[in-house]
Structure formats: C-alpha cells, structure tokens
C-alpha cells in the first residue's frame, strides 16, 4: 500500500489478518486508528503501540476519524480484515481523495454494493486486495522481522498456542473473538 512515516491509516473487522498490517504500517511510523468494538483486541493493539480508537456505531464515527487526519480530510490508507461490508463501506467513507482502500479479509458470500462512479472514480481511491505477501514485497517483510520491535508486536498478537489434537478448543477461542493469533502446531 506504500504506507509511509506520517500517513494515517484505518484499519476495521481487525484480527491477525488486520494486526499484519497494522505492525506493518506502525514500524514504518504512521498513525493508526482501530475503527473497532471487540475490548480485548483494542487492548492487544493498546500493547502494540496503536492510540487511536473509533466505535464504528458511533453515530458520529466518520467525524471522529477525521478529526484525527490531516486537516479532517480523512485517511490516507484503511484496511479491511474481515471481507464484511459492513467495515468495508465505512472504510471507504473515511479515505481521503486519491487514497488507497486494501481489502484483506474474506467472508464467503460476503459481498459489496460498489459504485465505480461513487467509490473509485469520485474519490480517486485505488482499491487493493490480496490473501499473501506480494512476492515484490517479501524481502522487506523478511528484512522487518528482524526488528526487535516488529518481533515485540507479534509476540502481542501471538495470543494462544495448541498442539493439533486441540484445534477444536482453537477454534472455539477464534470464534469468540477473544484472541489475537492462534498458532496450531502440527507436530505436536
């Protein structure tokens, strides 16, 4: 997304998925906003270093993220991590013109009411999406983790571990929604 030092990015429907690019954009020292509700993940994003938090039922939600911009023109990257339109939708509303909109999560069936006219071509959005790293892109990813910081924030997201004979407790945590990133180990 060419986050860079100063941008401001949003990021809603936040689990492991958003928490990537949430690390992501804080070691390359922009500011992020949580447009969330989930408690325990804004703690674990608290941890990570992220400040800013938005109630997307907030009826004013949209002028409390601006608020938060560059003379309250609104964001200049936001990051979908759960493929709902619900979050989808308000993360339109809040980029600026010309800025970029990433859509990472996936719901299956889950789809969008998009307008090229009023969601692309009005605001001048570029509109990105992918399910893994850009194979452009792995040498910094690679060249990242070797940041203690970087190493410090997973360590935050990594909120549970299992052996393979518990994936049924895993996914019962996963579907509360009270857990970062679950590893599962197969070996064990």
């Excluded at 492991?16 to 070691?27: E, K, P, Q, V, W």
């Excluded at 719901?107 to 570029?126: E, F, N």
């Amino acid at each position: 997304m060419n986050v860079k030092a100063g941008d401001t990015v949003l990021v809603g429907g936040v689990g492991f998925i958003a928490m990537g690019h949430i690390i992501s954009a804080l070691y390359r020292n922009a500011t992020v906003i949580g447009l969330m509700r989930n408690k325990y993940r804004e703690g674990l994003l608290r941890q990570m270093g992220v400040e800013h938090f938005v109630n997307p039922d907030d009826e004013d939600w949209l002028e409390q993220v601006k608020a938060l911009t560059y003379e309250g023109q609104g964001v200049d990257h936001a990051v979908d991590g759960s493929g709902v339109n619900y979050y989808q939708e308000k993360l339109m509303q809040a980029t600026r013109l010309y800025g970029t909109v990433n859509f990472s999560g996936h719901t299956p069936g889950a789809k969008i009411a998009l307008s090229p006219l009023h969601h692309v071509i009005d605001p001048a959005h570029t509109l990105l999406g992918q399910h893994d790293v850009r194979i452009r892109d792995r040498e910094g990813l690679v060249r990242s983790l070797r940041n203690k910081e970087v190493q410090r924030m997973i360590d935050v997201m990594v909120t549970h571990e299992f052996p393979m004979s518990q994936a049924g407790e895993a996914f019962d945590i996963q579907v509360g929604k009270q857990c970062g990133k679950i590893y599962l180990y197969t070996q064990e």
